[in-house]
């Protein structure tokens, strides 16, 4: 199992200035995860942060609205920039279980980030 | 393109037996997950399916037929903590060149009553 903490918890931030998300994991992990879920919506993935290279992007999300660090196995951080009130969402970051054979993700609590 | 379609709600009385399905129209296909997620709470994994069956962990069970592109979750002796919203997710190659990622469905919230 993987026990994660995110940072900020919430936020309420100005249009067009930029927020970053902190991410941390209590254990070493290869591949993490960043989601955006608008409450009551399902999770739709944002980038995946390896270590050591570059974050790989989903269709509708590029590096200079969300660029993101990965500077080790254990943390991660996405910044959410020149945001506009469509950016209001819960951001959430995963990991995966390598010893999982069902490929369990474990989800850290979540940054609620209102954009006004 | 990946879609994954779940009814938006589904209600039920405690101790009994419910069943949430989940069909997946998807590009590249590994295996089927089930999140459950309790409102303001984040996302707990509940099971995977990567070949057909059914696969049981305590009161919750979940099924796969890759050939009809369908799955479910079954929910047996409710309880009121059962309360919360379950997602579907496919695991599948990465569209972008990446590694496998997990595509969710649209959700279902389920609403156990007395």
């Known amino acids: 199992s993987a026990v994660i903490s995110q940072k900020p918890s919430r936020d309420i931030c100005q249009r067009g200035t930029s927020l970053t998300i902190q991410c941390q994991v209590d254990?070493?992990?290869?591949?993490m995860f960043w989601y955006r879920q608008q409450p009551g919506q399902s999770l739709t993935l944002i980038a995946t942060?390896?270590?050591?290279?570059?974050?790989?992007?989903e269709s509708g999300f590029v590096i200079d609205k969300f660029p993101i660090s990965r500077p080790n196995l254990t943390f991660s951080t996405l910044t959410v920039s020149n945001m506009s009130p469509e950016d209001s969402s819960i951001y959430l970051c995963?990991?995966?279980?390598?010893?999982?054979?069902?490929?369990?993700?474990?989800f850290g609590p979540g940054t609620r980030l209102t954009v006004t | 393109g990946q879609s994954l379609e779940q009814p938006s709600e589904v209600t039920a009385v405690e101790g009994a037996i419910v069943q949430i399905n989940c069909t997946y129209q998807?590009?590249?296909?590994?295996?089927l997950s089930w999140y459950q997620q309790h409102d303001g709470g984040a996302p707990t994994f509940l099971s995977y399916?990567?070949?057909?069956g059914l696969e049981e962990t305590g009161r919750f069970s979940s099924f796969l037929s890759r050939s009809d592109s369908y799955g479910y979750l079954l929910l047996q002796e409710l309880q009121m903590k059962d309360s919360a919203s379950y997602f579907c997710?496919?695991?599948?190659?990465?569209?972008?060149?990446?590694?496998?990622?997990?595509?969710f469905g649209t959700g279902t919230q389920l609403k156990v009553e007395l």
């Open positions: 995963s990991v995966e279980d390598p010893d999982s054979n069902s490929y369990e993700q474990y």
């Open positions: 254990s070493q992990v290869t591949m």
């Open positions: 942060a390896n270590q050591g290279s570059e974050a790989t992007y």
């Open positions: 998807t590009s590249g296909f590994y295996g």
């Open positions: 399916n990567a070949l057909d």
């Open positions: 997710a496919v695991r599948a190659p990465g569209d972008t060149g990446g590694g496998n990622k997990l595509t």
